[in-house]
Structures are given as structure tokens and as C-alpha cells.
């Protein structure tokens, strides 16, 4: 067995600067570290840390200035962006602490979106169908965000991350604006998600009490894992 075979994720020192007026700022510096396979990874650390830097980066939301990501093996920093939304698109969900659902859309118009891109729309309704009602929503599908709950648009966003099977799923403070049950709702999703069906979680957290549920943690400081 090659010593890669189990690890999803690889990092070989990256670091990403923003520059803005005349200053910069090395969010993340020389980070290098493994995902595996089923892992269940809380990233968390103070406010300004570089942890959701670090996550767009693994989620190839953006690129870093020095290093290199290997994701299953595969280099992906020399990728065209086109490929990089190929994989997103395929392999990879992503969800953000505000949700970020189009306020236009019902729940399942929502869900469908990234299924559309490589489904016919047919096909696209009723994985979306299923996903949702899989999620607990089977009596929302037609309701617009603004009229779920905090929680249930959260489900809503968790829903759309998996409609195209991602073998991983990123999470930025996906339970900051939660309540304590919507939050433990959203947390046993990913705990199901990643002892049945083996997708691998990578989550950003402040809250010392869901760090239970990880079976890795890395605490950010200046940039750099400690
Ligand atoms: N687009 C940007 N332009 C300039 N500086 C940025 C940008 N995004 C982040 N930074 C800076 O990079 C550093 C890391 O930011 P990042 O958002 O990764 O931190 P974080 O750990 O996610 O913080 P929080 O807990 O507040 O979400 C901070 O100093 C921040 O001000
Ligand atoms: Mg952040």
C-alpha cells in the first residue's frame, strides 16, 4: 500500500498573504498537514487566526501564494480554474456560517443549483428531493429562506453541500448563528454523515463543546498550527 493511500488532503507548507493598502498580512504561514480518509477535523483558534483562509484554500476557494495541495493524491495548484470548479463541483461541499442561499429560491430550488450544473434538471429535482427529505425538510421544499428557521436554512445549505456526493464536506462556523438544538441538529448531520457514509468533515468552530465530536483537532495561532 502506497503511504498516501488513506489520506484525502495534503498540504505541503502553504501560506496565503493578503496585501491591502501598503500592509500585509500573512494569514496562513507554512501550514503542512494530512486529512485521512473518515477523518472528522475541528479547526479552531482565535478570531484573525487564519482559519477560514486555511478552509477556502483546502476547498480550493483560493489559491495559496507558497506551497501546494494534493487532494486524493492529485496536485492542485497548477489546476485551471475551470478544473478547480470541476472538482468543487464533484468532490467537494462547502458550507458558510450565513447560510448563503439565494433569497429567490425555495429550499429545493436551492438543493437542485449544484446538481444542475451536471444533471438535467429532472434528475437534479429529485436528488434534491431526496436530500432534503433525508435532512428532516420533506414538508419545506417550497418555502424561500426567508421563511425557515436559522436552522432550517442551515439544513438547507447542508443539503445542497451533498447533492452531488462530495467525498468531503468544509464547514466554517457552520453553527455561529445557531441555537443550542439547531446546533446539535446540525452536528449529529455530520456525525451520521461521517460514521455511515465515510465523508470526511473538515470544520471550523469556536465553541469548546462541540470539539467532541472530532476526532482531530488543529488549533490555528498566527497563521501557523500549534
Ligand atoms: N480578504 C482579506 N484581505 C486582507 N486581509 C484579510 C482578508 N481576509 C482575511 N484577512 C486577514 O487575515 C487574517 C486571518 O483571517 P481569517 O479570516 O482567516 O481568520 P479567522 O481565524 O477565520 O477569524 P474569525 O474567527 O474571526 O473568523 C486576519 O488578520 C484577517 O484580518
Ligand atoms: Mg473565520
Known amino acids: 500500500m502506497k503511504p498516501d493511500e ?7 507548507g502553504i501560506s496565503r498573504v493578503y496585501s491591502s493598502g501598503g500592509v500585509s498580512v500573512k494569514a496562513i504561514d507554512n501550514i503542512s498537514f494530512e486529512v485521512m480518509h473518515g477523518d472528522f477535523i475541528m479547526i479552531t483558534g482565535r478570531n484573525g487566526s487564519g482559519k477560514s483562509t486555511l478552509l477556502h484554500q483546502l476547498a480550493l476557494l483560493d489559491l495559496p501564494d507558497v506551497g501546494e495541495i494534493f487532494i486524493e493524491g492529485e496536485k492542485t495548484t497548477h489546476l485551471s480554474e475551470k478544473k478547480r470548479m470541476d472538482f468543487r ?3 467537494l461541499g462547502y458550507i458558510f456560517q450565513e447560510y448563503a442561499l439565494i433569497a429567490e429560491l ?12 451536471l444533471e438535467s434538471s429532472k434528475v437534479a429535482k429529485k436528488r434534491a428531493k431526496v436530500m432534503l ?7 419545506k421544499f417550497n418555502r424561500l429562506p426567508s421563511q425557515l428557521s436559522g436552522g432550517e436554512q442551515q439544513k438547507v445549505a447542508i443539503a445542497r453541500a451533498l447533492i452531488n456526493h462530495p467525498k468531503i464536506i468544509f464547514a466554517d462556523e457552520p453553527t455561529a448563528n445557531l441555537d443550542t438544538t439547531a446546533s446539535v441538529d446540525v452536528l449529529e448531520i455530520f456525525k451520521s454523515l461521517n460514521d455511515k457514509e465515510g465523508i470526511t468533515i473538515v470544520m471550523i468552530t469556536h465553541e469548546p463543546e462541540e ?3 472530532a476526532n482531530r483537532i488543529i488549533q490555528l495561532s498566527d497563521g501557523k498550527i500549534i
Open 6 to 12: 488513506n489520506c484525502i488532503i495534503r498540504t505541503e
Open 89 to 91: 463541483l464533484n468532490r
Open 106 to 117: 425555495t429550499a429545493l430550488e436551492n438543493v437542485m443549483l449544484p446538481a444542475m450544473m
Open 133 to 139: 427529505t433525508k435532512i428532516g425538510l420533506h414538508n
Open 211 to 213: 470539539l467532541v465530536y
